[in-house]
């Protein structure tokens, strides 16, 4: 499972610097934290459940399997 903790608008990447390096980056917003959605991405046991809209304090239960399961029809 792969998710940010906050989005803090603006991150720009200007150029990788290759396999092993940082890229350069500069900061093009506030810096700071917004209230904007971020990605959750998941593979693999239970992966089908990270769909749609979640709230941030669904990903504890995701995380150690308490989240309940969809209802097939």
Known sequence: MVVADH????LD?????GK???PDV??????????RD???????VGAPE???????TDIFSLMT???PRKRMP
Request: proline share 3%; glycine share 24%; hydrophobic share 35%.
């Open 7 to 10: 989005e803090t608008n603006g």
């Open 13 to 17: 990447v200007l150029r990788g610097n």
């Open 20 to 22: 092993g390096r940082l």
């Open 26 to 35: 500069r900061w093009t917003g506030s810096g700071g934290h917004t209230n």
């Open 38 to 44: 971020v990605p959750l991405f998941a593979w693999g």
């Open 50 to 56: 990270v769909a749609g809209t979640l709230d941030n």
């Open 65 to 67: 399997g308490t989240f």
